[in-house]
């Protein structure tokens, strides 16, 4: 950036912080928030549960909280005007900006309504009543790290109004407390309409939708502020630009990653939930093919495959199941249109919204619980009464996608076999965002040298390119071709308790290797490899936790026949 690019940009900023401020100075007594006609009041949980909140396995002590800190490295963020905070300076650091982030989205507020209207006990209601109180004390409005990401600004306010519905009378008759919220929440909508997350280049990614999304629950919350109908139609307006460019024609995100796809998807539901009658036919069609994706990718127990990109982002706390495992999703699905995605499990669900359903006409649905493709994506699934494999061979370099172009997993009976390593970081320790993204951590075949496109923190540029040859509902044949001219034609065959893998390998086979990464071991029989050997690698479940688990690396020939053989 130009010395004049840097001063335009920080005269922008100034301009956008003296009128947020204006505004600011200029709020009236009106604008106390409202309850939302659809958050459910009542929802059952296990009696005697502690509440606890923990941040990427890292558990809170909610009686002292730092909400500037980085807990796992103790890095405490300086507490200045939001546009002075100088974050990315402390990259590669061992610091992890994310940790007050999520610590501050309060997304432990659902589990702080289920304990209290469980157990009938209203030291829940002073417990988030306190920590909303202490959190609007120790942030004030612009200042600290807190005021940074308008991403996480939306989510919050989300959070703060979802919570407040759930909890129900006792949160409305404390009338103090409601205006107290209040006020911040207008705070919160002044900050989104001021600092939508629209890129220079005009794009927009999943921050934007976070933005719109939490706009427009907030105008419905703050139904008598003078400005709520116009972030209202400012939300709804974003929201249907962003379902048209971001959400593809098959129903997929553009991010070119399933645990963000996780994301998008509940963004996109929420307002549609509140006020369906607000958004397009447009708009419910592509949600609804964003459900069927869901419904092809998760295995016999619900789990996802880690393909791209994993920062563990929710919007609000819909299930109680683990961190892969997302059906419940689609009984959220099933609540808004109607449909039977074909998943009958809806235990882990959590019905944080009344029931709804959608009255419109879907098209061009298609069983996506048997082996299916979703071919202009990329995506290619095969199914059977056991297996389930996951092969991507992405169309595009955009997004939250990694460097695994031909790479796949493999689950039985809905337990993990071969799995993708995830993503550990993203800006805290370079070598491992670098390392975890990168070709050798992937279920595939590449080149040993390095990545010289692989720099930075986000953003990839890949040099093989894949090609599907054939699929059937057992099989999938497809070729990956590398910079060098090397080409890989791999056969995947699927029985019922085992995955055949047939690789013939055309030209130069110098320096070229392939990895398989598991996750359980099982037995594997290989034939055609000029040498096997096996050792650790680094696996990330989530975000900011790694474990050590086995991986296997082959030396080829020139054809190799792959049996995992599944039990």
């Known amino acids: 950036m130009t010395f004049f690019r840097l001063l335009s940009y920080i005269n922008q900023k100034v301009t956008k912080y003296c009128k947020i401020l204006q505004l600011k100075l200029w709020r009236n007594n009106k604008g106390v928030i409202t309850p939302l006609e659809r958050v459910s ?41 939001f546009d002075k905070v100088k974050y990315f300076l402390v990259f590669n650091q061992g610091i992890e900006v994310k940790f007050p982030w999520d610590l501050s989205r309060f997304q432990f507020g659902v589990d702080l309504a289920l304990c209290y209207h469980t157990n009938k006990d209203e030291k829940y209601y002073r417990i988030f009543k306190d920590l909303i109180l202490k959190w609007i004390e120790n942030n004030p409005f612009l200042t600290g790290i807190n005021w940074v990401c308008t991403m996480d600004i939306a989510i919050r306010a989300v959070n703060w109004l979802i919570t407040a519905n759930i909890f129900g009378n006792i949160f409305w008759k404390d009338e103090d407390f409601v205006k107290t919220i209040s006020k911040s929440l ?12 629209i890129r220079k280049d005009g794009k927009s990614n999943n921050h934007l939708i976070s933005d719109y999304s939490g706009l427009f629950v907030l105008a419905l919350s703050l139904v008598e502020h003078p400005h709520a109908c116009k972030w209202l139609q400012m939300a709804v307006n974003g929201l249907e ?27 996109l539901a929420v307002p ?40 563990s982002g929710i919007y609000i706390k819909l299930s109680e199941n683990g961190e892969q495992n997302h059906s419940y999703l689609l009984s959220l699905g099933e609540s808004i249109f109607g449909y039977d995605f074909g998943w009958k499990d809806s235990t882990d669900y959590i019905p944080v919204f009344k029931y709804l ?31 389930t494999v996951s092969v991507f061979c992405p169309t595009t370099d955009k997004g939250h996608r990694h460097y695994d172009t ?24 370079l070598e491992i965002r670098k390392m975890l993204r990168d070709y050798p951590s992937h279920n595939l075949y590449y080149l040993k040298r390095e990545n010289k496109h692989n720099i930075g923190c986000f953003g990839v540029k890949v040099d093989t390119f894949a090609q599907v040859n054939e699929f059937t509902d057992d ?18 065959r699927l029985l019922s308790n085992m995955l055949v893998i047939e690789d013939v ?5 110098d320096n070229l290797f392939c990895a398989l990464h598991f996750y359980n071991t099982t037995e594997v029989v290989i034939e055609g490899a000029a040498r096997i050997s096996e050792e650790q690698y680094q696996y990330s479940p989530m975000y900011s936790i790694l474990e050590k688990r086995k991986r296997i690396l082959i030396l080829p020939s020139e054809k190799l026949t792959t049996k995992i053989v599944c039990s």
């Open 41 to 81: 009041d009542y929802l059952p949980r296990e009696k005697g549960r502690e509440f606890i909140i923990k941040i990427f396995g890292q558990e809170v002590d909610y009686n002292t909280i730092d909400w500037h800190q980085d807990y796992k490295s103790g890095y405490t963020y300086a507490r200045k005007r």
């Open 272 to 311: 549609l939930i509140l006020k369906p009658s607000c958004f397009s036919d447009f708009y419910k069609q592509r949600l609804f093919k964003m459900f069927e994706f869901v419904s092809a990718y998760i295995d016999h127990k619900g789990n996802a495959p880690q393909i791209g990109d994993n920062d």
């Open 406 to 429: 031909g790479s796949f997993t493999l689950s039985y009976k809905g337990n993990p076999i071969i799995v993708d390593p995830g993503t550990g970081c993203y800006t805290s320790d």
């Open 241 to 267: 630009k962003c379902m048209q460019k971001q959400v593809l024609e098959d129903g997929t995100d553009f991010e070119n990653s399933i645990p963000y796809h996780r994301l998008v998807i509940e963004l």
């Open 475 to 492: 099989s999938l044949r497809y070729s990956v071709t590398f910079d060098n001219g090397t080409i890989v034609e791999r056969y995947f």
């Open 186 to 197: 207008i705070d919160h909508a002044y900050y989104i309409e001021t600092f939508p997350e």
């Open 505 to 509: 390998i055309i030209g130069s086979s």
């Open 357 to 387: 359903k959608c009255k419109i006409e879907i098209d061009k649905t298609r069983d996506c619980c048997k082996t299916t493709c979703f071919e202009n994506s990329g995506y290619y699934f095969l199914k059977n009464e056991n297996i």
